[in-house]
């Protein structure tokens, strides 16, 4: 795959995979997560990512020795500070973290249909392999009822915005059951990495005739 190159399709390719990804990361995490797929190159993502800070579409956040965050807004990441900058003790321990604004999201939104198909589907896929529901702060839940000699599992996950999964799956005996349950309360990202990758046809292999 050819890698971007235009500055706006670039900034908009950033701001749509952290918000997929949906929750606070480090620059060095977000590098590696935008380059792996050889989609941009490190100078070009460097240049337009705090271009992006800049223009208030991806806001820093210190968070503190003590885990208290302190949120900002278009300001000049710690890192980059000049010579004769200050820093306190316990800024040098803070960790930068940095997430989409509300402004970032309406843009990558709004936006985003302009990336072609293939590279969102390509971030899409990177942001589903760092996605932790955990710190996305997302409601991860799993119930079952009895139907005939089995059971119905429901697996479902929300966040504020709404429905992230919603799977009813039949389990036909008692083992089924406790494996089903057991395995989606201890991997909830995996189950639905996979369940995403099965509905795009990522896995086709399962699909062959033996």
């Not at 050819?2 to 480090?26: H, M, R, S, T």
């Not at 991806?58 to 000049?82: C, L, N």
């Not at 429905?163 to 990202?189: F, G, H």
């Amino acid at each position: 795959m050819a890698q971007l190159k235009e500055e706006n399709e670039i900034k908009i390719f950033i701001l749509y995979l952290l918000d997929k990804i949906g929750y606070p990361l480090d620059y060095p995490s977000i590098g590696a997560i935008m380059m792996q797929d050889g989609i941009v190159n490190f100078f070009d993502f460097a240049q337009c990512f705090f271009a992006l800070v800049d223009a208030g579409h991806i806001r820093e956040i210190v968070r503190e020795p003590s885990g208290e965050p302190d949120t900002k807004e278009g300001v000049q990441p710690a890192f980059e500070k000049g010579e004769g900058d200050d820093l306190e003790d316990h800024e040098a321990d803070a960790t930068i973290l940095y997430e989409v604004t509300d402004t970032g999201r309406q843009v990558a939104e709004a936006l985003s249909g302009n990336l072609m198909m293939s590279v969102r589907e390509k971030s899409y896929r990177s942001a589903l392999r760092h996605l932790s529901f955990a710190k996305k702060g997302a409601y991860v839940d799993h119930d079952y009822r009895p139907d005939g000699d089995g059971y119905l599992v429901n697996c479902s996950i929300k966040d504020k915005k709404g429905v992230i999964m919603d799977l009813t799956v039949r389990a036909d005996s008692d083992y089924q059951l406790q494996r089903m349950l057991s395995n989606y309360s201890e991997r909830p990202e995996v189950v639905f990495r996979g369940v995403i990758a099965l509905l795009c046809g990522d896995v086709n292999y399962l699909f062959e005739d033996n």
